[in-house]
């Protein structure tokens, strides 16, 4: 494609990559795998009156006691504390400063900061993948790398850009060459703008002005310009399509951690008056992307669609009548890790739900992302990303005994044998660790 933005092949059709829930986080674990979630700190260590210097690198440190003491801690560059790895997890390392060195190397080379920065050889970012094969962040990258600039013309993620706010720039690392043509182009997800009742192992702790603010910016550098109700409207002229990203976290959270979404009457308003322009009207295709799914998705063939409790968009009969409406092809979609494409019954439109980029799809398939070719008709088709970069599907994991709004957070892979809990869905997950308090305000039948 040349800087004008027009296809050179003429009529080869020009292709879209529809992918979604990418999940970059500071250190690349996730709320989805719980039982991996790295331990930090809640606040940074101020007082390091009576400790001294035993290793350092990169601004981590690692203390030990003044006085000879066998006490040790692990501080990372912003000062919050990491507990120290065991011998087994260490790979047999025996002195507690070198097993302390080597978690804080093992964490920094995964950092979303640190891959963003200084971009890994494919040979070492398969090293890094065999020693941590579930990192949110590794994955992604690999991922990314499994579609080629030549043939992919444009990139739409329909949300949850990061796990927990945090990880934006390693995102736009890993798509630089669509963002530099400006043909990248996001809507957020409620892990980009909504609070969840668990701490993560971002520092601080997000609220939602800072989740906020960071997705405007993170929109900002990737060129796109929101509209006041968070939607936007582009054109590709080279496909003859328009594209409207529409916002479902806009109106704001629900109470008690519930992660609903919802268009809002703004952006419904915005979309219609889109609707009557002369360039919707004689686009060829008229896409729309959200984050939140339409109508409920089942894992698989003979499987129930799962609870839409603190998950659904509470105003998708609306939304879908709107887009009928406006004459919408095709809406794209995330937000249940499920791959499928559909007509919904009523409907003119056609659906693509698109699984996780990075943690797969929950009917147990491994990563994939929808590829759409735009001629004189759209054709799809789903992609499955390599088997020797990115592995299994990750399934969400939360331990069955954990206490009412925590976890117990582990990073050292040997441990997880004996703790592994039943795998369930995030619906599931967002159910016991909101508590007593929550579920004792929900209708009589779903209480447990």
């Known amino acids: 494609m040349d800087s004008s933005g027009l296809n050179p092949l003429g009529p080869r059709p020009f292709v879209i990559a529809h992918v979604s829930d990418l999940h970059a986080s500071t250190f690349g674990d996730t709320f989805h795998d719980g039982l991996r979630l790295v331990r930090r700190s809640a606040k940074p260590v101020q007082d390091t009156r009576n400790w001294e210097l035993a ?115 390693l995102v736009e690392a890993a798509f630089r060459p669509w963002i530099l043509r400006r043909r990248f182009f996001v809507v957020p997800g409620n892990h980009d703008r909504f609070l969840f009742p668990l701490p993560g192992s971002g520092r601080p702790r997000p609220t939602a002005a800072t989740k906020k603010a960071a997705y405007g910016a993170f929109a900002a550098r990737v060129g796109l310009t929101l509209d006041e109700t968070g939607a936007f409207c582009t054109e590709l002229p080279e496909a003859e399509t328009l594209l409207v990203g529409l916002d479902s976290c806009a109106v704001g959270q ?64 609306m939304v879908a ?16 890790h499920v791959s499928e494409q559909r007509q919904p019954a009523g409907c003119r439109f056609t659906l693509l739900a698109s699984p996780s980029f990075t943690l797969g799809c929950r009917s147990g398939d491994r990563p994939s992302w929808w590829k759409i070719a735009l001629g004189e008709h759209a054709r799809t088709e789903r992609v499955l990303l390599p088997e020797q970069t990115t592995g299994a599907a990750v399934a969400a994991t939360v331990p069955v005994d954990a206490p009412s709004g925590e976890l117990p957070l582990l990073d050292d892979e040997d441990d997880l044998g004996e703790k592994r809990a039943d795998r369930t869905d995030s619906t599931r997950d967002l159910l016991r660790v909101v508590g007593d308090a929550a579920r004792k305000m929900l209708p009589w039948k779903t209480r447990k």
């Not at 990491?82 to 093992?106: I, M, N, Q």
């Open 55 to 169: 290793w350092g690198e990169a601004g981590w440190r690692v203390l030990r006691e003044r006085g000879g003491g066998a006490k040790l801690k692990l501080l990372d560059p912003e000062g919050f504390s990491h507990s120290l790895p065991t011998v087994k997890a260490a790979g047999g390392l025996v002195d507690p400063v070198e097993r302390a060195a080597w978690k804080a190397c093992r964490l920094e080379a995964r950092t979303a900061r640190t891959l963003a920065s200084s971009p890994l050889s494919d040979g070492a970012l398969a090293h890094l993948l065999a020693g941590t094969p579930n990192n949110a962040n590794l994955r992604l990258l690999a991922a990314a790398r499994a579609l080629d600039p030549a043939t992919v013309d444009a990139v739409i993620v329909t949300g949850d850009v990061t796990d927990d706010g945090d990880g934006y720039e």
């Open 254 to 317: 629900p109470r008690f951690y519930r992660h609903n979404g919802a268009i809002g009457p703004a952006q419904l308003a915005y979309l219609a008056a889109v609707a009557r322009t002369p360039a919707w009207k004689n686009a060829r295709h008229r896409l729309v992307a959200l984050h939140h799914h339409v109508v409920p998705l089942a894992h698989g063939i003979g499987k129930r669609a799962p609870s839409e409790f603190g998950m659904r968009l509470d105003d998708a009969p």
């Open 321 to 336: 009548s709107a887009f009928d409406a406006a004459g919408v092809t095709l809406v794209l979609h995330g937000h249940r």
